[in-house]
């Protein structure tokens, strides 16, 4: 899976290098998108594969934290290789690259930490996958994993992808270099905070959930406090609130820590499937409803006008209620999953 999720990276990353046009180059995007999704949920079965307990806890965080380059690489010497080189030569080299990482895998990994001779590679059928995962729902401590996820990942994905740049340079007047210079950091920061969190889950697992409610409480006081603000609020303070809002990162690793206690090795990749879609579900929500608050204040006039604090302040208050409902269904399951254990 990993192999093919980065060919199929490759394959997207070639089809945006030679788009005659937009349309193609948005598929060639969706190619990459989807080569990520094969990458990721199978890079943590992989460690769990070789790894157990506390040493799994520490390499799949340290692992997702190191995968974080990838965006400053696209932030800072991408970039420049784009200026440099042009589109068409910059991704067909990422292409290149995505694809020479797809041998390496073939050649060099395998699923288990056994001897040569006892590896084997089997696929199930639709019908096992399935009949895993209702398995796997049906345990609390998955969906308690799944709700991890909903309530770290969104506000720091939500930023990320979308609102950080509208939000900094047009509603609060930064400027574009100030904006980038604070995703970077994000993604800097995450270096720090991604091996504190990977330690705490390894050493005293018991604390899990209490660094779920933590980080909640973190990223929403700092949302709080840049919405409380009556006008633009000062360099510094967003600085420092927009990175307590990238720990919501590294910590929503703490859902595939969950998830590696709670289920056999067998069923621990539709298990992390199953919790991955629960902080990208957030996210696309919590876009969803910025941008709709938004042109329900100014109207979808599509001008840049419409990005005003007020309007983000609005925007930026529907996350609070997507994270509320989220922390209300984590306390639940996590109950749930203790009774459960306790008998």
């Not at 790894?51 to 190191?66: D, P």
């Not at 930064?174 to 210079?181: K, N, Y």
């Not at 720090?192 to 409610?213: D, N």
Request: aromatic share 12%.
């Amino acid at each position: 899976m990993l192999a093919v999720g980065a060919f199929v990276m490759a394959a997207g990353q070639l089809t945006v290098a030679l788009a005659p046009n937009l349309s193609t180059a948005v598929v060639g995007r969706m190619l990459v998108g989807m080569g990520d999704s094969f990458t990721f949920i199978s890079m943590i079965r992989l460690i769990n594969g070789w790894y157990q307990g506390a040493k799994a806890s520490k390499v799949q965080q340290y692992v997702a934290t190191v995968g974080q380059l990838g965006q400053f690489f696209s932030a800072v010497p991408f970039w420049y290789m784009l200026e440099t080189l042009g589109w068409t030569a910059g991704f067909s080299i990422m292409s290149a690259a995505s694809l020479f990482i797809s041998v390496m895998v073939i050649v060099f990994t395998a699923n288990e930490a056994q001897s040569h001779e006892s590896r084997k590679h089997n696929t199930p059928s639709l019908k096992l996958a399935t009949q895993q995962l209702i398995e796997n729902i049906r345990n609390p401590g998955i969906r308690m994993s799944f709700w991890t996820h909903y309530v770290t990942q969104p506000t720091t994905t939500s930023v990320a992808l979308l609102w950080a740049v509208p939000f900094l340079v047009t509603a609060q007047g930064q400027s574009h270099d100030f904006a980038a210079a604070t995703l970077t950091a994000m993604v800097l920061f995450g270096f720090v905070t991604g091996p504190v969190i990977g330690s705490i889950c390894a050493c005293a697992p018991q604390l899990r959930a209490t660094l779920v409610y933590s980080v909640v409480s973190l990223t929403t006081t700092a949302w709080i406090v840049i919405l409380a603000m009556p006008s633009r609020s000062p360099s510094w303070l967003l600085f420092i609130c927009f990175l307590a809002i990238s720990v919501g990162g590294p910590a929503s690793m703490i859902a595939f820590d969950f998830s590696k206690d709670m289920v056999p090795r067998a069923r621990l990749g539709t298990a992390n499937g199953f919790a991955n879609v629960g902080g990208f579900l957030a996210t696309f929500i919590m876009m969803y409803l910025t941008g709709l608050v938004i042109d329900l204040i100014h109207g979808s006039s599509g001008t840049l006008e419409r990005y005003t604090v007020e309007a983000f302040r609005w925007g930026f208050a529907s996350q609070l209620l997507v994270v509320a409902v989220g922390v209300v269904f984590f306390t639940i399951e996590r109950r749930k999953f203790e009774a459960l254990a306790a008998k």
